[in-house]
């Protein structure tokens, strides 16, 4: 057996410089992003993919409290997972917590650490469960779903770690007294965590998505339900088996984490959530299910990340092609099925001045998808950037959309995925650019100005809500108006992108995900307003002579 506190003197120096990270916002990693055999040995790859091919068409092995059943609910894998019924789940939960409470910030720290560490060292194997369950390339799961989460896990360790220890644990208090000894009592304070903690999976993210709110809620003291997206089990059934292997190993119940899964339909998300004993809420998915939850999960704190209309303000560039290049690529990446893909692109009228002559909105949009083709030409690698549609709610909209007047550049169909359709609108063309249309669709929106613009862009994200901005311009007064209404509307704003980070993109232990400053997210991965809900800080004092 390893003990949390041992745990933790393994992992201190890791620890220690991941908290560091995330107060000095600059660039850091501790899990390499690159398959390479360079990097994580010869072996690391087929061992992978053999174990990932070993749980296809079987009964994945993991205990889950009160199960009778089993489902299988993912297209292609045929794996199925004990059903467990979600009062055993919670009541499994509660009867775990004490033993994780008594663990403290540093053991559980190091236990979430080396959860990490394992989920690392089977990386290759998680990239094939991501890839297969949301259609993503295997590059693009390797890093999303594998090095990239896992960053983003370690960062929600660190600042709940650094949260939960703000206050001493111990402290002697001395008053003075006139005439006679001070006043002396001994003080002890200790982290306590709200209460189960539940965390719903999405389809396209599951464990990028997933990992900040299960380690955030772990580490200030709460045991995790996981709830995987029907679609997309697996990634998330063998981070729990993982977390269950270290949490015995440790001498703790396995069940501070459990796996709750469902057939389609069966509703289990809202009935774990609105549970008097559930505590604390995260989820990523649709705006539907997003604003149930903030409105019904009234006994919790409910962290959410929603829908969007991510937007670009277009005014001017002295790098035309760079612009071309980097907004495709944004469009293109996993066939817009991202959350922080741009929808609306605001152009004035009048046109924009570029290194390559004035250029009509009618002109930008021809250009835009002259590079998107460009960027798409070789079907073998456009399916590398494309990745698949993930459900037919996405071919849906694509088709929707497709009937709209004003088609610039039509979305085509390659292997499973979908190019980016791309539609001119007008301004006035509110019911439609209003809407989020989650998938490869964005719109030119033509507006009077630059000043309408920015007017438009400040509007609809306070009221609908963003996850991302972008502004391009050389006028220095117009990249303070857009900062200035980006403030306003509670987003995050990118600037000029021309070249290899694109504004879909965010970086662990610097970009923050999310603000909590606008519809589209409750909170931000992972500031510290992300943590402090999920404890109590609870005192005890005493007499010392």
């Known amino acids: 057996?390893?003990?949390?506190?041992?745990?933790?003197?393994?992992?201190?120096?890791?620890?220690?410089?991941?908290?560091?990270?995330?107060?000095?916002?600059?660039?850091?990693?501790?899990?390499?992003?690159?398959?390479?055999?360079?990097?994580?040995?010869?072996?690391?790859?087929?061992?992978?993919?053999?174990?990932?091919?070993?749980?296809?068409?079987?009964?994945?092995?993991?205990?889950?409290?009160?199960?009778?059943?089993?489902?299988?609910?993912?297209?292609?894998?045929?794996?199925s997972y004990p059903k467990g019924d979600p009062g055993d789940l919670v009541a499994a939960a509660r009867a775990a917590t004490p033993g994780w409470r008594a663990a403290g910030p540093q053991g559980r720290a190091g236990v979430a650490a080396e959860i990490l560490r394992r989920i690392n060292a089977r990386i290759f194997e998680m990239a094939h469960a991501v890839q297969l369950t949301t259609g993503q390339a295997f590059v693009m799961a390797f890093q999303a779903g594998g090095a990239h989460a896992q960053d983003r896990g370690l960062e929600a360790v660190a600042v709940a770690l650094a949260e939960s220890t703000r206050i001493p644990a111990a402290a002697q208090w001395a008053k003075p007294q006139r005439g006679g000894d001070p006043l002396r009592l001994e003080k002890t304070s200790t982290a306590v965590g709200r209460g189960v903690a539940l965390v719903i999976g999405c389809t396209t993210f599951p464990t990028w998505n997933s990992y900040p709110g299960l380690f955030a809620s772990l580490v200030t003291g709460n045991p995790v339900i996981v709830k995987p997206h029907p679609g997309a089990v697996l990634p998330l059934a063998i981070t729990v088996q993982i977390a269950r292997e270290v949490l015995t190993e440790a001498g703790l119940d396995p069940n501070?984490?459990?796996?709750?899964?469902?057939?389609?339909?069966?509703?289990?998300?809202?009935?774990l959530a609105t549970h008097p004993d559930v505590r604390i809420v995260d989820f990523t998915g649709s705006s539907e299910f997003g604003n149930w939850?903030?409105?019904?999960?009234?006994?919790?704190?409910?962290?959410?990340?929603?829908?969007?209309?991510?937007?670009?303000?277009?005014?001017?560039?002295?790098?035309?092609?760079?612009?071309?290049?980097?907004?495709?690529?944004?469009?293109?990446?996993?066939?817009g099925q991202m959350c922080t893909t741009p929808q609306n692109l605001l152009v004035p009228a009048t046109g924009i001045d570029t290194d390559a002559g004035h250029k009509s909105p009618a002109e930008f949009g021809a250009d835009l998808g002259a590079a998107v083709d460009k960027l798409l030409g070789d079907p073998q690698r456009a399916v590398g950037t494309l990745g698949a549609i993930v459900n037919d709610g996405v071919l849906a909209r694509l088709t929707e959309a497709g009937t709209l007047p004003g088609v610039l550049h039509p979305s085509?169909?390659?292997?499973?995925?979908?190019?980016?359709?791309?539609?001119?609108?007008?301004?006035?063309?509110?019911?439609?650019?209003?809407?989020?249309?989650?998938?490869?669709?964005?719109?030119?929106?033509?507006?009077?100005?630059?000043?309408?613009?920015?007017?438009?862009?400040?509007?609809?994200?306070?009221?609908?809500?963003?996850?991302?901005?972008?502004?391009?311009?050389t006028s220095d007064d117009?990249?303070?108006?857009a900062r200035n209404a980006a403030l306003d509307a509670g987003v995050h704003l990118s600037e000029n992108l021309t070249g290899g980070v694109f504004v879909n993109q965010t970086a662990a232990f610097s970009d923050l995900h999310g603000t909590g400053a606008n519809p589209a997210a409750t909170a931000s991965l992972s500031d510290a307003a992300y943590i402090t809900g999920r404890f109590y800080t609870l005192q005890s004092r005493r007499h010392v002579s």
């Open 293 to 335: 939850l903030e409105a019904n999960a009234r006994q919790a704190v409910v962290y959410t990340e929603k829908a969007g209309l991510n937007t670009v303000i277009v005014d001017s560039t002295d790098d035309y092609k760079g612009m071309l290049r980097n907004l495709a690529f944004s469009l293109s990446l996993y066939s």
């Open 478 to 481: 117009i990249l303070e108006q």
């Open 1 to 79: 057996m390893t003990t949390p506190a041992e745990f933790y003197q393994r992992h201190r120096e890791l620890l220690d410089r991941a908290i560091e990270a995330a107060a000095a916002r600059d660039y850091w990693s501790a899990y390499p992003e690159s398959p390479s055999k360079s990097v994580y040995g010869e072996e690391a790859a087929p061992a992978g993919e053999a174990a990932f091919q070993a749980l296809l068409g079987a009964e994945f092995p993991i205990e889950v409290p009160g199960a009778t059943t089993t489902v299988s609910t993912e297209p292609g894998a045929h794996v």
């Open 412 to 473: 085509q169909e390659i292997e499973s995925s979908r190019t980016p359709l791309i539609v001119r609108l007008d301004v006035a063309d509110e019911k439609v650019y209003t809407r989020e249309w989650f998938g490869p669709i964005s719109f030119v929106i033509t507006t009077a100005s630059t000043a309408e613009s920015i007017s438009i862009f400040e509007q609809t994200v306070g009221h609908h809500g963003a996850l991302t901005a972008l502004v391009h311009s």
């Open 256 to 271: 501070v984490v459990t796996l709750a899964v469902e057939e389609r339909g069966d509703g289990i998300a809202a009935t």
